[in-house]
């Protein structure tokens, strides 16, 4: 069976949060698709909450802690990403954009993603297109066409109408999963300081062997 990996970053603050919620609903979703297409899904999840003091010790440093740079390693190394973040002061939480400030950028080149954003009020909505979309498109990844922004009152909608949050849901896991399918980013990650020829050889060259 094909197995492809899926990354999903949550910004959210609170335990449990609306933005967790979220990623797990959009996760389970895109899940649920691949496997209708025979393939099987390894999932890492991420709560930024928890290595919060690592991305600002990074953006003051420039050095990853072995957690931060375990998360990020998984990330960049995913065939696919679902990201969200909860809206603040009518864009992306600090922390989250911290956390892809901290991140190379080419380290997403070709990444398929799909954009999720939550907030009290759907006023904010507008912030996936003028806010998120933009970053994670100079990040040269390849966002799904819907985004996914879910107000404190979409949780108790019914999946009756194409504009309630499960159809916004079945449809941007569907975009993500078709672009997950044709992607396979994880079996081309190399170690940048993987040594072309084997050590003996290396050696053996040295002592003119």
């Given at each position: 069976?094909?197995?492809?990996?899926l990354?999903?970053?949550?910004?959210?603050?609170?335990?449990?949060?609306?933005?967790?919620?979220?990623?797990d609903?959009?996760?389970?979703?895109?899940?649920a698709k691949?496997?209708?297409?025979?393939?099987?899904?390894?999932?890492?999840?991420?709560?930024?909450?928890?290595v919060?003091?690592?991305?600002?010790?990074?953006?003051?440093?420039?050095f990853p802690?072995?957690?931060?740079?375990?998360?990020?390693?998984?990330?960049?190394?995913?065939?696919?990403?679902?990201a969200v973040t909860p809206?603040?002061?009518?864009?992306?939480?600090?922390?989250?954009k911290?956390?892809?400030?901290?991140?190379?950028?080419?380290?997403l080149?070709?990444?398929?993603?799909?954009?999720?954003?939550t907030?009290?009020?759907?006023?904010h909505?507008?912030a996936?297109?003028?806010?998120?979309?933009?970053?994670f498109?100079?990040?040269?990844?390849?966002?799904?066409?819907t985004?996914?922004?879910?107000?404190?009152?979409?949780?108790?909608?019914s999946?009756?109408?194409?504009?309630?949050?499960?159809?916004?849901?079945?449809?941007?896991?569907?975009?993500?999963?078709?672009?997950?399918?044709a992607?396979d980013?994880?079996?081309?990650?190399?170690?940048?300081?993987?040594?072309?020829?084997?050590?003996?050889h290396?050696?053996?060259g040295?002592a003119g062997?």
């Amino acid at each position: 069976m094909t197995t492809r990996t899926l990354a999903v970053v949550s910004a959210g603050l609170s335990q449990p949060s609306s933005t967790r919620m979220l990623a797990d609903k959009l996760t389970e979703a895109t899940v649920a698709k691949l496997a209708e297409q025979g393939i099987d899904v390894t999932v890492e999840t991420f709560e930024l909450r928890d290595v919060a003091t690592d991305i600002m010790h990074h953006m003051l440093t420039g050095f990853p802690s072995p957690k931060l740079e375990a998360v990020i390693d998984a990330v960049t190394g995913a065939d696919g990403l679902i990201a969200v973040t909860p809206i603040f002061t009518t864009s992306y939480s600090g922390l989250f954009k911290s956390f892809f400030d901290v991140i190379d950028a080419s380290a997403l080149d070709g990444m398929p993603v799909v954009i999720g954003a939550t907030a009290g009020t759907p006023r904010h909505s507008l912030a996936l297109d003028y806010a998120l979309r933009p970053m994670f498109t100079y990040l040269h990844a390849v966002v799904a066409p819907t985004g996914v922004f879910a107000a404190t009152g979409d949780w108790g909608s019914s999946a009756d109408s194409v504009k309630t949050l499960p159809a916004r849901i079945e449809r941007a896991s569907g975009e993500l999963a078709g672009l997950v399918a044709a992607s396979d980013r994880s079996a081309n990650v190399t170690d940048p300081f993987a040594l072309e020829r084997p050590f003996g050889h290396l050696i053996g060259g040295l002592a003119g062997e």
